[in-house]
């Protein structure tokens, strides 16, 4: 490993996450369609971004690439609709974890759960490395 870099792996609330972008989108004027990098209460992310390609994720100490990206999420639907969410999570370069839930109101726990016992697991096993300067930046004590 190079000097200055950290092993690093992206988790992603994926129904947090495309809450949150499709709200700010919102507040920006932009329209998201539903495509290959969006679909409404499912999944968001960034066109032409991998997302294991990062450099200089958040402090600029970081390798260039994640070792590994995980988007989690749920949809309603049948487990054909599931399957095909997990594909397009996977054109994106997502390894995608989708749960299914009852209607578009509720959250699905699987996605809290699975997402903290990934990350608690990968941690133990010593395969990506803290950066405590950044974890400060965003959770301050």
């Known amino acids: 490993m190079a000097s200055g870099t950290r092993r690093v792996m992206l988790f992603v609330d994926g ?12 507040k920006a004027g932009v329209s998201l369609v539903e495509g290959d990098c969006f679909k409404l209460g499912v999944y968001l992310w960034l066109p032409n971004r991998p997302p294991t390609n990062f450099p200089g994720l ?33 054109k994106l370069g997502f390894e995608p974890k989708v749960f299914h839930k009852p209607d578009k109101t509720t959250k699905s726990k699987g996605v ?11 941690a133990s096993h010593g ?9 400060r930046r965003f959770h301050p004590r």
Do not use: C
Not at 58 to 85: K, N
Not at 112 to 122: C, R, V
């Open 15 to 26: 129904e947090n996450f495309t809450i949150e972008g499709t709200k700010l989108a919102e």
């Open 58 to 90: 958040l402090d600029g100490t970081l390798q260039p690439h994640a070792e590994r990206a995980y988007y989690y999420t749920s949809t309603t639907g049948s487990s054909e609709d599931m399957t095909a969410v997990r594909d397009d999570l996977w």
């Open 112 to 122: 809290d759960i699975t997402l903290s016992t990934d990350m608690l697991s990968h």
């Open 127 to 135: 395969n990506y490395e803290e950066n405590r300067r950044a974890a």
